[in-house]
C-alpha cells in the first residue's frame, strides 16, 4: 500500500450552494463536481451546513423531503466548524 502524506493530495475548491437551492440541484452538483457532499451557506455567505450524498439518499430514501425541497428544509444541525 502506498502512504501518503496530506499535502500531497490534490486539493478542489469546496463546492458551496445556497440554502434555497434543492436537493436536485446538489445532487447534479455532487455529480458534476465528482465530490460526496456540498456546503451550503445562507445568503450571506454564512456556513449552514454540509450536505453528503448519504444524507442526500437518507432524506430521499425516507420520503420526508421529494428532490425539489430546499436545501433549508434538509439540513437539521448547523455544521461544528474551527
Given at each position: ?14 463546492v458551496?450552494l445556497?440554502?434555497s437551492?434543492t436537493?436536485?440541484d446538489?445532487a447534479r452538483a ?9 456546503l451550503?451557506?445562507d445568503?450571506h455567505?454564512?456556513l449552514?451546513g454540509?450536505m453528503?450524498?448519504?444524507?442526500l ?5 425516507s420520503?420526508r423531503?421529494r428532490?425539489s ?6 439540513t ?5 466548524y474551527?
Amino acid at each position: 500500500m502506498e502512504v501518503r502524506s496530506v499535502q500531497s493530495l490534490p486539493l478542489r475548491r469546496p463546492v458551496v450552494l445556497k440554502n434555497s437551492n434543492t436537493l436536485r440541484d446538489a445532487a447534479r452538483a455532487m455529480q458534476h463536481n465528482e465530490v460526496g457532499c456540498v456546503l451550503i451557506s445562507d445568503q450571506h455567505g454564512v456556513l449552514k451546513g454540509v450536505m453528503t450524498d448519504r444524507d442526500l439518499a437518507m432524506a430521499l430514501g425516507s420520503e420526508r423531503v421529494r428532490s425539489s425541497s430546499r436545501l433549508s428544509q434538509a439540513t437539521e444541525m448547523p455544521p461544528i466548524y474551527v
